[in-house]
């Protein structure tokens, strides 16, 4: 199963006023860009809140039956989308989604919200 990348395409920071363009929806065009220039073919969705509005540029990576990882406060730019991209590799790699995070590129190891264990993963115990 295929690692798919979430970028919230409405967050901003707070000093942005709300008719300007979206930091999040240029970090959008530049993955897009990035993974159709490098021909990757990782499903890439805009959704519209993921509630990281505190640290705008919010990116999520998920796939069936591995750990979600969700990320914020990341520039929008081409630096940020290659990271992604990397990171979106490792993900897709893993058998159960796990990142280390000495393995994450660096702008994904300081800015992680969430680790979400897959559903369905056994219980400790």
């Known amino acids: 199963m295929s690692t798919e990348i979430l970028i919230c395409v409405l967050c901003r920071p707070a000093d942005l006023p709300r008719e300007h363009p979206r930091p999040g929806r240029a970090l ?3 993955v897009e860009n990035m993974a159709l220039r490098d021909g990757l073919s990782f499903p ?3 959704v519209e809140c993921m509630s990281g509005c505190n640290r705008h540029c919010t990116v999520s ?3 069936h039956e591995k750990f979600t990882y969700m990320f914020g406060g990341l520039a929008a730019d081409e630096t940020s989308a290659e990271q992604i991209l ?5 993900h897709q790699n893993s058998a159960d989604g796990l990142l280390s995070r000495n393995l994450r590129p660096e ?4 800015g992680i919200h969430a680790r979400i264990p897959s559903i369905s993963l056994k219980p400790i115990g």
């Open 28 to 30: 959008l065009e530049a």
């Open 44 to 46: 890439i969705r805009a």
């Open 61 to 63: 990576l998920q796939a």
């Open 86 to 90: 990397v990171c979106a590799q490792l």
């Open 107 to 110: 702008r994904l190891r300081q």
